[in-house]
């Protein structure tokens, strides 16, 4: 998920506002479909750590 950071980011330059914010949404809704997410919102209402994969 790193890497999907830094290059949106990068991307976020070369647009306009309206442009990032577009863009941004699409991968917060992408994020939001992972296993990973998944998993920190579980973790976060049982109140422990998340264990990340990656996926």
Do not use: N
């Amino acid at each position: 998920m790193t890497g999907l950071l830094r290059r949106r980011a990068r991307e976020a330059e070369r647009r306009t506002l309206t442009e990032a914010l577009g863009a941004e949404r699409i991968a917060q809704r992408d994020a939001e479909r992972t296993e990973d997410f998944r998993q920190g919102v579980i973790a976060f209402l049982q109140k422990r750590p998340p264990s990340f994969d990656g996926r």
